[in-house]
Structures are given as structure tokens and as C-alpha cells.
DNA sequence: CTTTAGATCGTCT
DNA sequence: GACGATCTAAAGG
């Protein structure tokens, strides 16, 4: 496997569960105009698997506005918004038409740390909240990152069949800098805040790294 | 430390 | 009119 921004072939994986695991220590950058680079390391994510997963907002083969991002080929954003307040990112995997996506839940800041901190609004230095929480929790990162709902729908990946240069206009993507994420560093869980989802709510689809992990 | 309520809005009943 | 793939501050023990 090569270095750099993944390409639509990583997404395009017919289970979303391979993805999320895959996903554990890529980076996830936004590069926003006026604004500048902002990302860090993959730490959290949950695997939605489609039209039989009941915490999925495709449950059922369920589709309208709000989740039609989801039946998109893999490699893009669906960004909905949750609780009237927060932004979601996942990112859509499987082929079009199969509505599979890994939410992505928590970071480890490492670039433009800076305005992570302004776009969440801590100015305080010493705030309890100036450490790895600015990216932790899925609403927290996207509102770090800049991410919002015109990013629903957008293209977070290399695509081989468009000439390398449309791709420079990325505004979210992901990227492998080389990071190695053995077995023993996971945590596997059930997912969070799904409760009303019956069995699946139970079923052991969240990753993340074990917070002793340390990087650099 | 744990629990609770309030914020806030698109979607579905 | 209810309810989220959430977060935070504040109150309680």
C-alpha cells in the first residue's frame, strides 16, 4: 500500500466494517479557502451496514433527501445534521446503490491546531478543552474541521478515472501518512447512541484506539 | 464522581 | 408533535 490522499478503490470495499477498521490512524483533513489546512489522526469510527442494520438511516432500504448521499459510490461525504445542532461525517463505502458508510467519531488534532480551536470557540489556553477533546466526539470534529452540510455529497477521495489535477480542489479527504494500527491497539465496541436499533444496537461495530496509544 | 436538562431543526408520523 | 448516529453546563451525592 502507497502513501498519500486514499484512493476510490479504498471505499469501494463491499463491507463498510473492513473500511472503519482501515480508516483507524489515516489522517482526515480539511483544506477550507480562506482558512487553511486543519486535520489529525483517525482514532474513532462505527461501521453502518446498509439496508439491514437497523441503527442505519437506510434501515429498510429507507431513502430520501436527507440520506441520499448514502447510496452514492463509495468515496464521498455524507454529512447530515443530528439533534438540530451538530454535523455528521461519514463516509460512504461499497458501489452505488448499496447504502454502507463509517461515521467518523475522533481525532487526534495535529494540524492547524490553531483554528481548531477558533472554529470551536476556545480561546483559553489553559481551558480543559484545549488538549485532544477539540476533535473528540463526532458534532466536536466537524465543527473543528469546518465541515458542513454543503459538504454532503462531495468527493473525500483520489478518483482514477478524472486527471490527477480536479483533485487538488478537495475540500475533505483522507490521507495515509504510514501509520500502523496493530490489533491490540483497537477497542471494539457497540456503537453509541443507537439504542432504539434492537439487536444491532448491540452488535460490536465501533473502533477505536486504546487511549494509551501515543503518536510522535 | 453521576445524572439531567436544554439547545435546536430536518424528517417523519 | 416527537425524536434523533450529540454536547455541555449545572446540579446532585
Known sequence: MQFGILNKTFFARDNALIVARKLLGKFLF????????????????????????????????????????????????????????????????????????????????????????ERRGIFNLKSAKSGN??????????????????????????????????NLVLEVFIEDKGIKIDENMVVITPRIGVDYAREWAKKPLRFHLNEKIKFV
Open 30 to 117: 480539511t483544506n477550507i479557502k480562506e482558512r487553511g489546512l486543519t486535520g489529525g489522526i483517525i482514532t474513532e469510527v462505527e461501521a453502518y451496514l446498509g439496508v439491514k442494520d437497523m441503527a442505519s438511516h437506510a434501515y429498510n432500504g429507507h431513502r430520501s433527501n436527507r440520506n441520499e448521499s448514502l447510496y452514492k459510490e463509495g468515496g464521498i461525504a455524507y454529512v447530515h445534521l443530528c439533534y438540530g445542532i451538530h454535523n455528521m461525517l461519514n463516509i460512504v463505502t461499497n458501489k452505488e446503490g448499496i447504502p454502507e458508510g463509517v461515521l467518523i467519531r475522533g481525532l487526534i488534532p495535529v494540524y492547524g491546531i490553531n483554528i481548531m480551536k
Open 133 to 166: 477533546d477539540i476533535t473528540k466526539g463526532p458534532g466536536n470534529l466537524t465543527k473543528a474541521l469546518g465541515i458542513e452540510m454543503r459538504h454532503n455529497g462531495a468527493l473525500v477521495c483520489l478518483d482514477d478515472t478524472i486527471k490527477n489535477g480536479n
